[in-house]
């Protein structure tokens, strides 16, 4: 499985735009770069995916550089409810459905 | 609202016994997922299952069961052969393809008396 590589944790100011980064230098063709958060004590929460073109929802930005080797999501104004572990992550089509496999991620806190 | 619900929140399991998570959707997916979380850990995939009876085994199936008799619901069994029960159990649904995202459900949280 082409592998994702994170910072172990990172700080932002609250209202200030947090950029986290992914380098995924094995990414193949039709990997889709998954980005998920998981606040303590629950379940993932799905944030942002996209293909080669730079994507944009509600919740956050996503850009991926030309080569596909990394990718950065960008929360444009952190609040104290950003404050998660956010997990970057390949998805590959199988023979039976797409798999998410996650590594560690990166812890990133919010101060006021 | 539609969602995942999955029972119970915490569950507590004396050696040598089986146990059972319940995990039940209401968003019309056809594909349903099983994932351990272990402390400071991402997840791994159990099991996973795209239609009714019919499933797969994850990373680490081993001590583990599951089956898909209906649609909405996809029940994992620790048994007595995982040796390691003890963990964050997530369970998630999803339509079907590379480019969609999987919603998941709180967790039950598993530990061993």
């Known amino acids: 499985d082409a592998k994702t590589t994170q910072p172990n944790s990172m700080e932002s100011n609250e209202e200030e735009p947090v950029h986290l980064p992914c380098n995924h230098s094995?990414?193949?063709?039709?990997?889709?770069i998954h980005w998920y958060r998981q606040l303590p004590s629950q379940g993932p929460e799905y944030v942002i995916h996209?293909?080669?073109s730079n994507v944009n929802n509600r919740m956050a930005s996503l850009a991926i550089a030309e080569d596909r080797k990394s990718s950065t999501l960008i929360l444009h104004r952190a609040t104290l409810r950003d404050a998660a572990v956010y997990y970057c992550?390949?998805?590959?089509?199988?023979?039976?459905?797409?798999?998410?496999?996650f590594g560690a991620g990166t812890i990133l806190r919010v101060k006021s | 609202d539609g969602g995942i619900t999955q029972s119970p929140k915490y569950l507590f399991r004396k050696e040598g016994q089986n146990v059972t998570l319940s995990c039940e959707q209401n968003?019309?997916?056809?594909?349903m997922y099983w994932y351990r979380q272990d402390p400071g850990q991402g997840l791994r995939l159990i099991y996973y299952?795209?239609?009714?009876?019919?499933?797969q085994k994850g990373d680490i199936a081993e001590g583990y069961s599951v089956s898909r008799e209906k649609k909405e619901s996809f029940p994992l069994t620790v048994t007595s052969a995982q040796k390691n029960p003890t963990a964050f159990y997530l369970c998630?649904?999803?339509?079907?393809?590379?480019?969609?995202?999987?919603?998941f459900g709180d967790g039950t949280r598993l530990s061993i008396l």
């Open positions: 996209g293909l080669t």
């Open positions: 992550i390949l998805t590959k089509p199988m023979e039976y459905g797409n798999k998410l496999v």
């Open positions: 968003l019309n997916h056809d594909a």
């Open positions: 094995t990414i193949s063709g039709t990997d889709y």
């Open positions: 299952s795209q239609i009714v009876n019919d499933f």
């Open positions: 998630a649904s999803s339509l079907q393809g590379p480019n969609q995202p999987q919603h």
